[in-house]
T-cell receptor, first 113, second 111 residues
């Protein structure tokens, strides 16, 4: 039982390049989330998926797209990376949306040059 | 957007001391959660609170749901070196289901 896994752990991009961050959970959770964490700040919600087949914007969605591939997997795509997207990205899942406990992956550290 | 303010932002304490931190909001919360983040890791849930006035413990950690529903408190007793990390409060404001996170309290324990 791995919980929430994320790949890659580290990534360096040049401005304008694209990439997809992968996330998978094995807890049979319905809801999944993508957050970013910048130095000295808390986590900010980018996108979430309340259930398979649905996605919604969070607090900071600009420059990102997401895909809920199936119940287990939720990917985050940067179409044209910008230096402002340098951050640590966390995926999380919960049984259902709302006040259910969210379980976090180990994070992806992304640097955009 | 809505914010959760945590205090203090950081603190150095001696091993064995007790620690107190708090989290305040301009909005009412129905659930308060406290997470800890170790360096290079994702946040891990420590305590969840679901009722105003609730006091809940998890080992040396005790958290309280403020009676105004706009604040919460976390205490750590007899701190040890492995308590080092960043502590976040979080939760969905009443009427929503999206978490917001506080800015964090960074704890450093001196042996």
């Amino acid at each position: 039982n791995a919980g929430v896994t994320q790949t890659p752990k580290f990534q360096v991009l040049k401005t304008g390049q694209s990439m997809t961050l992968q996330c998978a959970q094995d807890m049979n959770h319905n809801s999944m989330y993508w957050y970013r964490q910048d130095p000295g700040m808390g986590l900010r919600l980018i996108y979430y998926s309340a259930s398979e087949g649905t996605t919604d914007k969070g607090e900071v969605p600009n420059g990102y797209n997401v895909s809920r591939l199936n119940k287990r997997e939720f990917s985050l795509r940067l179409e044209s990376a910008a230096p402002s997207q340098t951050s640590v990205y966390f995926c999380a899942s919960s049984a259902n949306r709302g006040a259910d406990t969210q379980y976090f992956g180990p994070g992806t550290r992304l640097t955009v040059l | 957007g809505q914010q959760l303010n945590q205090s203090p932002q950081s603190m150095f304490i001696q091993e064995g001391e007790d620690v107190s931190m708090n989290c305040t909001s301009s909005s009412i919360f129905n659930t308060w959660l406290w997470y800890k983040q170790d360096p290079g890791e994702g946040p891990v849930l420590l305590i969840a609170l679901y009722k105003a006035g609730e006091l809940t413990s998890n080992g040396r950690l005790t958290a309280q749901f403020g009676i105004t529903r706009k604040d919460s408190f976390l205490n750590i007793s007899a701190s040890i070196p492995s308590d080092v990390g960043i502590y976040f409060c979080a939760g969905p404001p009443s009427g929503t289901y999206k978490y917001i996170f506080g800015t964090g309290t960074r704890l450093k324990v001196l042996a």
